[in-house]
């Protein structure tokens, strides 16, 4: 990692004068980890303690890690926290211990302690479990009182895990509930965001430029059938005008910023989008937005977008034909998306993306020749100028939504089926991303696996490079056959390592939807 650039924004601390050493890492490249609004509210949250030093670390193929701050490697680190967003990134956290000379296995290391949260960590953490010694599931904000006064205070591992108490998984014997925070305007919001000061390498631009990243509400209550979001952060929650006002103005100020990134997984569904809009807009900030439904709420919103600066929008329709979106509970018809992208492109729009998924429950080739024909058909609309970026990954099974028990299409299949989609490389206005699907076993297999994992991740984690070969190469050696686990169905009977998370969403629910699929 480059230490030669500068950020505004960051907080050094005289070790000498501090209780708490923490590396704060995420497993992934610098800028998908600035991207990222934990790694700032950690980051602020921790080193707003005096007794604390939280310094960041991110991952470098083939690097041993240091922290940006005083470049320390992990073994000097009292706590070693990791925020887990992507199972992919599973062996990233076991190198990074590897390759700083800490001992991975929690079992074999006295100190620093290591603790992951974040989505994964909520989701299924188990394949990461014998490398960790605490999990922390669910919101951190109240649970972080706790968290931290532990930390500072237990003399052991066994004083640290009396402390901690059913928010917090410790070993595999452990039930787990998810700790959620009511009220958004009370919770805590990064302010003054750290940000690379240009000049800086372009690698480490983060995602949304140079931007303050502000969460409008969290969860999400729609509950399309194969998304994790709807099912573990339910209900969701708002932070108000009023409140959201207040932290662009101080956020702005603070972090040097005129550009404001919108985070929400429910995006359009905030009771006060528009007015929101319109006072970034009005107070002269450029704008970013995630990821739009078609089914918009207000026609309004589109040129209040478009006025705020952003030109690509991005639509995730998910699957081609209106049938298969009922069926995974996304059932947005077709003139839907044709009016809401005439209405983009009125409002002067030029540039798209769009996301849709193969392998999906009874899925046909029909349903994936629908992606082709619904991705002409926008394109239609569209003049010489105007550019879509369309992006297909497999679909892949996810702990606590209603697919669980599914399992993931066979590589055959989901070859055969992206194969289908390659004739729109044809059209030069239209860009084409497939996704490997090899990389979807390996997935598959991270985010429904068990403990049993361990051995396959410490291995991968100890190759030289890194690629999907290697994970089924190690696999073989290991005796596990990494697509015959991935494309494997349970029956609604199963017992899964997952279960002992209490993610607030009632089995039945989840039974009654798979049930679904029969009709």
């Known amino acids: 990692m480059p230490l030669q650039f500068r950020e505004r924004n960051v907080v050094k601390k005289d070790w000498r004068k501090v209780q708490l050493r923490m590396a704060l890492c995420y497993p992934n490249a610098y800028r998908v980890g600035m991207t990222s609004l934990a790694v700032h509210l950690l980051y602020a949250q921790f080193n707003a303690n005096p007794a604390v030093a939280c310094e960041r670390v991110f991952y470098v193929p083939g690097e041993a890690p240091r922290s940006l701050e005083s470049g320390q490697p992990l073994s000097e680190f009292d706590v070693v926290a990791f925020s887990l967003q992507f199972e992919i990134d599973f062996v990233h956290v076991v190198e990074m211990l590897v390759r700083s000379g800490v001992p991975p296995l929690a079992a074999n290391r006295k100190r620093p302690w290591v603790i992951v949260g974040g989505p994964c960590a909520l989701s299924n953490p188990f394949p990461l479990l014998p490398f960790t010694d605490v999990v922390q599931v669910g919101d951190i904000e109240p649970v972080y009182t706790q968290l931290l006064d532990a930390l500072l205070t237990a003399k052991s591992q066994e004083d640290l895990n009396g402390r901690l108490d059913n928010h917090f998984l410790l070993s595999e014997k452990d039930q787990a509930e998810r700790a959620y925070i009511t009220d958004l305007d009370s919770a805590f919001h990064p302010i003054c965001q750290v940000l690379p000061d240009p000049p800086f390498p372009p690698e480490l631009e983060p995602t949304f430029g140079q931007s303050l990243l502000v969460e409008i509400s969290r969860g999400c209550d729609r509950r399309c059938n194969f998304c994790m979001t709807g099912y573990q952060t339910s209900p969701c929650r708002e932070r108000t005008l009023s409140t959201l006002s207040r932290l662009i103005d101080e956020g702005t100020r603070c972090t040097v910023v005129d550009k404001v990134a919108l985070l929400a997984s429910g995006f359009i569904d905030h009771s006060e989008l528009v007015p929101l809009l319109t006072t970034i807009v009005d107070k002269g900030h450029q704008l970013s937005v995630p990821s739009l439904r078609a089914d918009l709420p207000n026609p309004e919103i589109l040129p209040l977008i478009f006025q705020g600066g952003q030109r690509t929008l991005t639509f995730a329709p998910e699957a081609g034909s209106e049938r298969l979106r009922t069926l995974i509970g996304k059932s947005i018809p077709d003139d839907t998306f044709l009016q809401t992208f005439e209405s983009a492109l009125d409002a002067g729009f030029s540039q798209f993306k769009l996301y849709f998924m193969v392998g999906l429950p009874t899925e046909t080739d029909d349903d994936v020749a629908a992606i082709h024909d619904f991705c002409l058909s ?61 990389w979807a076993v390996i997935q598959t297999v991270l985010s429904r696996g068990s403990s049993n994992l361990a051995p396959l991740l410490l291995e991968v984690a100890q190759q030289e490079q890194i690629t999907a070969g290697t994970w089924f190469q190690t696999g073989k050696q290991l005796g596990l056959n990494l697509e015959s686990l991935a494309t494997a169905d349970y029956s609604t009977d199963t017992t899964f390592s997952w279960d002992r998370i209490d993610v607030g969403i009632n089995r039945n629910i989840l039974l009654r939807r798979f049930a679904n699929l029969d009709q």
């Open 378 to 438: 926008l394109l239609a609309l569209t003049e010489r100028s105007h550019r879509i970026h369309v992006s297909v990954s497999p679909f892949i099974p996810k702990p606590h939504t209603p697919y669980q028990w599914l399992g993931l299409s066979t590589l055959k299949t989901l070859k055969k089926r992206l194969q289908i989609l390659e004739n729109l490389r044809r059209y030069g206005r239209i860009q084409l991303d497939l996704t490997n699907p090899r």
